[in-house]
């Protein structure tokens, strides 16, 4: 009987090969206004999912698309929940006009970080959840401060990365060092199966640390995405998993 595993990207955000990349996930979460998208970008992503029967979420971050939400925005807590209500509503209000429902929420680049680590920003966030009235899946890293937060409150899908490299603390390298990114597909694949056979990644450090995760996430602006999603599939089948 095959094991499975559900990939996800993070789509909607204006690289121009969401078509390229949705036949080789599972799930998608779309950007809803704050680093990047509208309601125009939203429908067509959402649309594009459908096609493909990938499961749609919304991917909120800081109301920063100058920086592209990658960094950090001095907010008040009211501010920051509020803007991330409107970025909510507005997905909904474009889900409702294909018929469907968010199936998870993911946060995106800086928030995403700080909402792993920072109490105030993590109660923000589910301040914004629960005032939208809907309660989808919430993926979330491993052993982070909005997981604990969220347990209570939503469903959570501990997520880990495909594509990017980890420090010691599970947090992932910044963006600003070279080796951030992992471009060579094998290595990446290989780490993908490690965290999902053996529950367990490599770092920066070579220090192997407990990981757990039930969702794999690849980057959709990955200049190597496709070729390592490619070389994903390929693999797969001789471990006897399918991506669903």
Same mark, same amino acid.
């Given at each position: 009987?095959?094991?499975?595993?559900? !990939?996800?990207?993070d789509?909607?955000?204006?690289?121009?090969?969401?078509?390229?990349i949705?036949?080789l996930?599972?799930s998608c979460?779309?950007a809803?206004?704050?680093?990047?998208g509208?309601?125009?970008?939203?429908l067509a992503?959402?649309?594009?999912?459908k096609?493909?029967?990938v499961? !749609?979420?919304?991917?909120?971050?800081?109301?920063?698309p100058?920086?592209f939400?990658?960094?950090y925005v001095?907010?008040t807590?009211?501010?920051l929940?509020?803007?991330?209500v409107?970025q909510?509503?507005?997905?909904?209000t474009?889900?409702?006009?294909?018929?469907?429902?968010?199936?998870?929420i993911?946060?995106?680049g800086?928030?995403?970080?700080?909402a792993a680590?920072?109490?105030?920003i993590?109660?923000?966030?589910?301040?914004?959840?629960?005032?939208?009235?809907l309660?989808p899946k919430?993926y979330?890293p491993y052993?982070?401060v909005l997981?604990?937060?969220a347990?209570n409150?939503c469903?959570?899908?501990y997520?880990?990365?495909i594509?990017?490299?980890y420090?010691?603390d599970?947090?992932?390298?910044?963006?600003?060092?070279?080796?951030a990114?992992i471009?060579?597909s094998?290595?990446?694949?290989?780490?993908l199966?490690?965290?999902?056979?053996?529950a367990?990644?490599?770092?920066?450090?070579k220090?192997d640390?407990? !990981?757990?995760a039930?969702?794999?996430?690849i980057?959709g602006d990955h200049?190597?995405?496709?070729?390592?999603?490619?070389y994903?599939?390929?693999?797969?089948?001789?471990?006897? !998993?399918?991506?669903?």
């Amino acid at each position: 009987m095959k094991r499975q595993i559900d !990939i996800n990207a993070d789509l909607g955000e204006g690289f121009g090969n969401d078509a390229k990349i949705m036949p080789l996930i599972s799930s998608c979460s779309i950007a809803c206004g704050g680093h990047y998208g509208d309601k125009t970008t939203m429908l067509a992503t959402i649309q594009l999912a459908k096609k493909y029967h990938v499961k !749609i979420g919304a991917h909120p971050s800081f109301p920063d698309p100058d920086n592209f939400g990658r960094k950090y925005v001095s907010m008040t807590k009211s501010e920051l929940t509020n803007s991330l209500v409107e970025q909510l509503l507005n997905f909904y209000t474009v889900c409702e006009t294909e018929d469907t429902l968010a199936h998870h929420i993911k946060l995106h680049g800086a928030l995403y970080n700080h909402a792993a680590i920072d109490p105030d920003i993590a109660d923000a966030v589910m301040d914004a959840i629960v005032a939208t009235r809907l309660l989808p899946k919430l993926y979330v890293p491993y052993g982070s401060v909005l997981a604990q937060k969220a347990k209570n409150t939503c469903p959570i899908v501990y997520e880990a990365f495909i594509d990017r490299r980890y420090n010691d603390d599970r947090s992932l390298v910044s963006r600003s060092e070279s080796i951030a990114l992992i471009k060579d597909s094998k290595y990446a694949f290989n780490q993908l199966l490690r965290i999902y056979n053996k529950a367990v990644v490599t770092t920066v450090s070579k220090s192997d640390i407990f !990981i757990k995760a039930a969702t794999f996430c690849i980057h959709g602006d990955h200049a190597n995405s496709i070729n390592i999603l490619n070389y994903i599939h390929e693999q797969l089948p001789f471990y006897g !998993i399918e991506v669903v």
